[in-house]
């Protein structure tokens, strides 16, 4: 079976008393093409994992840029893996699906390919509306697009991973111009946004009776505190500003929609926070720049002493999600964007701070997908780097070029390490395309 030059058809065995069904998958190019026509690729190669199970991998043959695999499922009914390799003497392409249970979805699964270090501009499916500085916050095969756009009806849409489509939900919501908008996940189901313009508010990707319910946080909560996602616990909003003054509130935001109540340390208006475990790091927001931990059952901060960074105005702080960090970027007391960072080491106890490398390529409006330590685009810039630990040392590497600069766009990062941006200000207009980018290798079954 061969959909535009290029299929990939699966048929699934009957060995969890599920019928029988074929599961289609295509593997295209930006354009919904067949990536290895005109190519002298000759071989196609098929990873796949099904839950536990050991990871397979089949080899088809591709002639004249087409081939048909049929592949047998074990197990699938669990979470499921694919990877994708196109070669040929001087071709090569990949590409991986985000982790999808086979029976839930509908059937389809369209994957893009590009060259190891590149990306590849998807133009078969656009954003609903032009969007920068937007929420772009992934749920099992869906990511919730929020807020970025001016004042339209699109304010809210979905993203399909596994279709490679974005479009509106069904239910009018008559939510009003959202403005700047972040968000960050509560659970698999929930997400917690907060934008410029409006209240905060809980989305249900799931519950389409439940879509959008508001939540109450601390005085100050909004454009000025530091959101921050705490795996198996909920969503933080860390601080703000009230009447042009910092704020020491903190609001947990479990599943479910409880809130409660903790405090910081010191007032703070702008922090940068990342989840470190089940702990929060917290910096900045301040003059003195200073540091704290919000400890797992803790109602306030824990101060970090000994650290004091000065102003470090929308810097940037990448965490391991374990007991690592770095802080960078930034606008400093003299409006220039700050090329030094600082690391904390062994958090959180002593959560140790000391210098950083360079960021010689410093700039604002990056992106930091949630779940990985990539920075991607800012203003001017199509450049995507990444922070990597390697044993006793952090370091920021390159890793490519987007093949348009994009400020405030928004992105996910797959299990694979491709990631997907969408949107973002490229310093002439408001984008709404996407770009499927691939480091120099994926990441093994």
């Known amino acids: 079976m061969i959909l535009l030059g290029l299929l990939c058809a699966a048929a699934f065995s009957c060995k969890e008393s599920v019928g029988s069904f074929v599961f289609e998958a295509r593997i295209v190019d930006g354009q919904n ?3 290895v026509a005109g190519t002298d690729a000759t071989a196609l190669r098929i990873g796949i994992q099904e839950g536990e199970l050991p990871a397979q991998e089949y080899a088809y043959p591709i002639t004249d840029g087409d081939f048909q695999a049929l592949l047998e499922f074990d197990l699938f ?16 392409l990949v590409s991986a699906s985000p982790t999808f249970i086979p029976t839930a979805s509908a059937g389809l699964l369209r994957v893009v390919a590009a060259a190891p270090s590149s990306c590849e501009r998807v133009t078969f499916n656009l954003l609903e509306a032009p969007r920068a500085f937007f929420a772009m916050v992934r749920s099992g095969t869906f990511a919730l697009v929020a807020g970025g756009t001016g004042p339209s009806d699109e304010q809210l849409e979905f993203f399909d991973l596994l279709e490679w489509e ?7 919501f008559s939510v009003s111009e959202l403005g700047a908008t972040r968000a960050v996940s509560i659970d698999e189901a929930e997400i917690l946004v907060v934008s410029d313009n409006t209240s905060p508010f809980i989305f249900n990707m799931l519950d389409p009776d439940r879509r959008i319910a508001p939540v109450f946080l601390h005085n100050g909560a909004g454009p ?3 959101l921050v996602s705490v795996p198996g616990v909920g969503a933080m909003v860390i601080g703000g500003e009230l009447g042009g003054e910092g704020q020491s509130g903190v609001s947990l935001v479990a599943p479910g929609g409880d809130v409660t109540p903790l405090e910081l340390s010191t007032p703070r208006s702008g922090p940068a926070a990342t989840a470190l475990g089940a702990d929060v790091l917290v910096v900045g927001g301040n003059a003195e720049g200073d540091a704290e931990l919000l400890l797992d ?12 960074d000065g102003v ?9 999600g374990d007991s690592r960090a770095l802080l960078l970027g930034g606008v400093g007391a003299g409006d220039a964007v700050r090329q030094d960072s600082v690391r ?37 810039s199509s450049m995507v780097e990444e922070v990597r630990w390697t044993d006793g040392s952090v370091e920021i590497q390159p890793i490519l070029q987007m093949q348009f600069p994009r400020a405030g766009a928004g992105g996910l990062a797959l299990e694979s390490g491709a990631f997907i941006v969408a949107g973002g200000d490229d310093g002439v207009s408001i984008r709404d395309d996407f770009e499927f980018c691939v480091p120099s290798a994926l990441q093994p079954l």
């Open 224 to 226: 000025r505190s530091a």
């Open 33 to 35: 093409g067949n990536p």
């Open 297 to 308: 059952g803790s109602p306030t901060g824990q101060p970090i002493a000994g650290f004091m």
């Open 166 to 172: 974005s479009r509106l939900f069904v239910e009018d």
């Open 77 to 92: 009914t669990r979470p499921t893996r694919i990877r994708v390799e196109m070669t040929g003497e001087t071709t090569e």
């Open 344 to 380: 904390f080491d062994a958090c959180p106890s002593p959560c140790a701070s000391s210098a950083g490398p360079q960021w010689t390529t410093a700039r604002l409006g990056v992106l930091l997908p949630a779940n990985s330590a990539l920075l991607v685009g800012g203003e001017s």
């Open 312 to 320: 470090r105005e929308g810097g940037l702080l990448v965490g391991d």
